[in-house]
């Protein structure tokens, strides 16, 4: 009951968070309000009072980064500085129609806006300022000569700092490593921002001072002393400069990033007190009684609004910043993740090597007694071919004595083979006695067996170069399985749907201790969650599962539990898309003549990829031979499909393996089907097999292509063929000894047809035993040759713990 209290809650609670974040998200980054407050601000910011670098810098960094924002920052800018002085309104909206027509005359002779973007804006403003200074005063003074180039060169500077941190202000996809120049650029953009309060009071406490000091605060608590002291400096440099009156602000800030930084450890206590020791010690050297208190005041509202700071946002502002703890597990995570994703790779390479060497050093059933027994009777058949064909006494030796003859053959051919002559004279008497061409049987001996020794030795440097190769890719698979042992694990992360996820789990009064994903990519969600404590009552797959479908639109169940066994044992969960078809195999098969072994091999793999593949493999002949033969090819295929390598170029890989390896015309087919378990897609890879056929309701659809046989040609094109299945289709995969088995039939796909549609039965075991029984007994009960039937039946797949209405939208999709 209170499962079920939680589910309902739960429904009514995820989309409200995810609404409420999304609608967040929209408004500030997506319609540009948090650029429009920006450029608001610094429409109003000033340095040493007249001067303005700020407008025209962070117009064009966002025309050329957000150019659909581009209107909407200019009237922000253009409103900010009115606020200001009106006429401060007139130099903006000059300076950034001076920019756009520069701009456009400088980019007839150069493509690249972010190259020219600086010098573009050092003219843009240089122009601006000394047409607005001539307008006011006809006469230019050195000092504001000196001014306009001033200015105009901070914009430049400018520029190019905006261009590095405006993009980490604007985009969701932040990465979770920042550079020190990215820091640096971002804390002198805040700071510039910060800039457009100075003038604005409560209570007679200036709302930039608070602003500044809680920035520097902020940092000195997450980053320590470097990055405290860093933003310090850069904070009151730039405070200062907008403010003659405000020039203790840069000691203060400095000092109190450093101490900051130094009193981290004792949380926001230690960085409160550092940020009054600075005011005091600052306010004391230089302010009146007025201004330390009002200072003093100032401090407590920023040491107020740190300690009422969500203690999630200094952990996210930590995984930015170098050097913070929470920084060095993001990168170990990132490692370990890149790690065992390498490891897993080369753990596949390591198999498919392996795979290929002991292809290369398999030679089948033929021992070298027998492949040295076939050669002598090859030997021996090309002598008598040349001397005993057209002797009287054919028929008495080779017909009456063959055992005799062919034992004096062979002795002479060792004979001579060892010594080059027959050396015993007692056999020699004997063979001139029994042969009456004797002599010249020798002396074709001796012809042939250059020949022989010839052809004996390039088999064995076949035989070495072949030994030579699998030892090599042997040594290959040994060294990847090596290096892949040494690899670690490793995550990578997506910062936003993990505080998504995170925000829902505790809505709802659940805990746990770390989430990381992997992958949100549509049928491959993989992430992993570690609770306290262990899945007593599977709470996991019946609450966690359904949790992350609503979360993510998915249907997302457990994949693999780790730890929790014992009580205080914390478990991690992995958490995976399920497939949205499955496929159910029946298989029924017979050997030539009710033997043991047959030729034909099938395999059925399901692939990491969401693929499944049937295949049939039928090895030329029958009996142990071929069923090696068609057994080494599916084993070689399953090794190559595990790898990730495409169908085709795999068909093409063990093509070439078989060609190169077979001495003999031994020859294999193979028919191959990679069903996509998300779509029901199927790829029909047929290398001289016969047809398939698609049962769908009452109709049967033929699959056919034409390839050779495997091992025929070095180089072949793979013919494909693809189809849409669908829930409820009986797929029906079959050696030629099945296809041909019908006696007395001369249409035989006909006849199949027929067949399969009259089965009544939607069962793929029942239909296969069928199917076999139909074609045995249309041959009268005889198996002359091997047969072999696999059906496969694609069904949607119903998780056992989805949710309800995925139930029933998978259930009607079942039944349709």
Request: hydrophobic share 45%.
């Amino acid at each position: 009951m209170r499962v079920s209290t939680t589910v309902e809650h739960m429904k009514d609670t995820i989309p409200f968070f995810v609404r409420t974040r999304r609608q967040l998200e929209t408004v500030l980054i997506k319609k540009g309000l948090f650029l429009m407050i920006i450029a608001f601000l610094l429409g109003r910011a000033a340095i040493l009072t007249d001067i303005m670098p700020f407008a025209i810098p962070f117009f064009a960094t966002v025309f050329i980064i957000k150019r659909d924002k581009a209107l909407l920052i200019a009237m922000a800018l253009i409103a900010g500085s009115i606020t200001k002085d009106p006429i401060n309104s007139v130099f903006v909206f000059s300076g950034l129609a001076v920019f756009l027509i520069t701009r456009k005359l400088i980019n007839f002779s150069s493509k690249s806006d972010q190259r020219t973007l600086p010098f573009t804006i050092f003219l843009a403003s240089l122009i601006t300022r000394l047409c607005f200074e001539y307008m006011v005063g006809p006469d230019l003074l050195l000092l504001e000569l000196v001014m306009a180039f001033l200015e105009a060169g901070l914009s430049l500077l400018l520029a190019m700092i905006f261009l590095q941190s405006v993009p980490l202000l604007t985009t969701n996809n932040r990465r979770h490593a920042l550079r020190h120049e990215e820091i640096i650029s971002l804390m002198i953009l805040i700071a510039s921002v910060m800039t457009g309060a100075i003038g604005w009071t409560v209570f007679d406490l200036s709302i930039a001072n608070i602003l500044t000091r809680y920035l520097v605060i902020v940092f000195a608590y997450t980053g320590g002393v470097a990055v405290g002291t860093t933003v310090g400096v850069v904070t009151g440099l730039i405070v200062s400069l907008a403010s003659v009156s405000s020039l203790y602000q840069m000691s203060l800030l400095a000092f109190t990033g450093l101490l900051g930084g130094l009193l981290k450890e004792n949380k926001k206590f230690g960085v409160a007190i550092a940020l009054i020791i600075s005011t005091l010690l600052i306010g004391l050297s230089g302010l009146n009684s007025q201004s330390l208190t009002n200072a003093l005041y100032e401090s407590f509202v920023a040491i107020a609004l740190l300690f009422f700071t969500p203690i999630f946002i200094f952990k996210k502002i930590s995984t930015y910043i170098p050097g913070t703890k929470e920084y060095s597990n993001e990168q170990q995570q990132y490692l370990r993740k890149v790690r065992n994703v390498t490891a897993d790779r080369v753990e596949q390479f390591s198999s498919l090597f392996q795979a290929l060497a002991n292809s290369f050093s398999y030679n089948g059933l033929t021992v070298e007694d027998e492949e040295s027994n076939k050669e002598v009777d090859y030997f021996l058949s090309n002598v008598t071919e040349k001397t005993c064909q057209t002797c009287f006494k054919k028929e008495y030796c080779w017909a009456e004595n063959f055992n005799k003859t062919y034992g004096y053959m062979q002795n002479i051919m060792d004979e001579v083979e060892e010594h080059e002559e027959v050396r015993n004279k007692v056999f020699l008497r004997e063979w001139n006695n029994y042969c009456y061409k004797s002599k010249k049987v020798i002396d074709a001996i001796k012809q042939e067996l250059n020949y022989f020794q010839a052809n004996k030795k390039l088999k064995r440097q076949v035989q070495e170069s072949r030994k030579l190769v699998a030892d090599q890719l042997f040594g290959v698979s040994q060294v990847m399985e090596d290096f892949a042992k040494e690899i670690q694990r490793e995550r990578m992360q997506n910062h936003h749907q993990e505080e998504q996820i995170l925000e829902v789990i505790q809505s709802l009064g659940l805990e746990i201790l770390q989430i990381e994903i992997y992958s949100l990519e549509e049928g491959k969600i993989d992430i992993e969650i570690t609770f306290p404590g262990p899945d007593m009552l599977g709470e996991f797959e019946k609450l966690f599962a359904p949790l992350l479908s609503d979360v993510l639109q998915e249907t997302v169940v457990v994949k693999n539990k780790e730890g929790g066994e014992h009580p205080n044992d914390p478990c991690t969960i992995t958490f995976g898309s399920t497939k949205a078809f499955e496929i159910e195999t029946g298989v029924a098969n017979a050997a030539k003549g009710g033997a043991w072994l047959s030729g034909d091999c099938y395999s059925t793999i399901e692939l990491a990829s969401s693929k499944y593949a049937i295949a049939i493999s039928d090895g030329m002949g029958n009996g142990q031979r071929a069923h090696l033969e068609s057994n080494e090819t599916l084993r070689l295929l399953q090794k190559i499909l595990q790898s990730g390598i495409e169908e085709s170029i795999a068909i093409k890989s063990i093509n070439s393996v078989l060609s190169l390896r077979s001495t003999d015309e031994i020859f294999s087919t193979l028919d191959l089907a990679m069903v996509d378990l998300q779509t029901a897609k199927a790829k029909f890879l047929k290398i001289g097999s016969i047809p398939s056929f698609i049962k769908r309701n009452d109709r049967v659809l033929m699959v056919q292509a034409s390839n050779l046989p495997m091992g025929i040609i070095k180089d072949f094109e793979v013919d494909v063929v693809s189809m849409e299945l669908k829930a409820g289709d009986l797929l029906i995969m079959m050696s030629d000894g099945i296809f041909d088995g019908p006696k007395h039939v001369e249409n035989k796909e006909s006849w199949l047809k027929r067949k399969l549609s009259e089965f009544e039965t939607e069962d793929p075991q029942a239909v296969a035993d069928l199917l076999l029984e139909e074609v045995i007994n249309s041959r009268d009960g005889d198996i002359n040759d091997d047969m072999t039937v696999v059906v496969a039946k694609v069904k949607r797949n119903i998780p056992k713990w989805a949710t309800f209405s995925q139930k029933q939208f998978l259930g009607k999709l079942n039944n349709q």
